[in-house]
């Protein structure tokens, strides 16, 4: 069964102090993994694509790496501005797949 | 540059009747999909449109549908409501849909 698993389900951090979020998955056929950031009360908002294994890339704070089962979000001394939730989703075949979320905090 | 733009933003249906949400891609975005968000379930992907014909679906049940207009502006319509249709609908565009999506903020619909 595809499935998209998002570790931990929440985070709290000190500001300055680097973590990194978890999103493994189960599919065949994948076609892109994509990292979102959400707001409450908005749609989430588009961080990164990653098509194959070893590719990273970065934004500000932020750097997604991805392997052949899973993908890492890595955050560099985050900001209180950082906290958010984290989702993951992967594209395989004709299907969308998101995990449930990384809720993250950054206690200034 | 204009957003995704979704219309109504919040919605209360009575169980068994049917509603038409809107959405508005970004302007040459001709990929549109829609999404379902709840607590429980998180996001889940309903179908995404491309160039007015459907070119990707989710497992939901027939009473979900949904249509694209050659403008790109996208439809989605739900009928025979029930209790547990309550949620976020997120309506997204994209370029091609290979790359990221752009997300409206949803239209909250609660089902009573």
């Known amino acids: 069964e595809d499935q998209v698993t998002q570790s931990p389900e929440a985070l709290r951090l000190q500001e300055g102090e680097s973590s990194s979020l978890n999103c493994s998955y189960t599919v065949s056929g994948l076609r892109g993994l994509f990292w979102y950031r959400q707001d409450p009360g908005k749609g989430p908002e588009f961080l990164f694509t990653l098509y194959s294994a070893g590719e990273e890339k970065e934004k500000e704070r932020l750097k997604a790496t991805l392997t052949k089962k899973e993908s890492f979000l890595h955050i560099t001394a985050p900001k209180p501005e950082d906290s958010a939730t984290y989702l993951c989703a992967v594209q395989a075949g004709n299907q969308f797949y998101f995990g449930t979320g990384t809720s993250l905090t950054v206690i200034p | 540059k204009a957003g995704v733009t979704q219309t109504p933003r919040y919605l209360i249906k009575t169980r068994g009747q049917q509603v038409t949400l809107s959405c508005s891609p970004i302007?040459?975005?001709?990929?549109v999909s829609w999404y379902q968000q709840t607590p429980g379930q998180g996001l889940q992907f309903l179908f995404e449109?491309?160039?007015?014909?459907?070119?990707n679906k989710g497992n939901f049940p027939g009473r979900f549908s949904g249509r694209q207009f050659s403008n790109s502006r996208s439809e989605m319509n739900v009928s025979t409501l029930e209790l547990g249709d309550s949620a976020l609908y997120l309506c997204a565009s994209s370029f091609t849909g290979e790359e990221g999506y752009t997300f409206g903020s949803g239209t909250r619909l609660t089902v009573v």
């Open positions: 449109y491309f160039s007015e014909t459907q070119r």
């Open positions: 302007s040459g975005h001709r990929s």
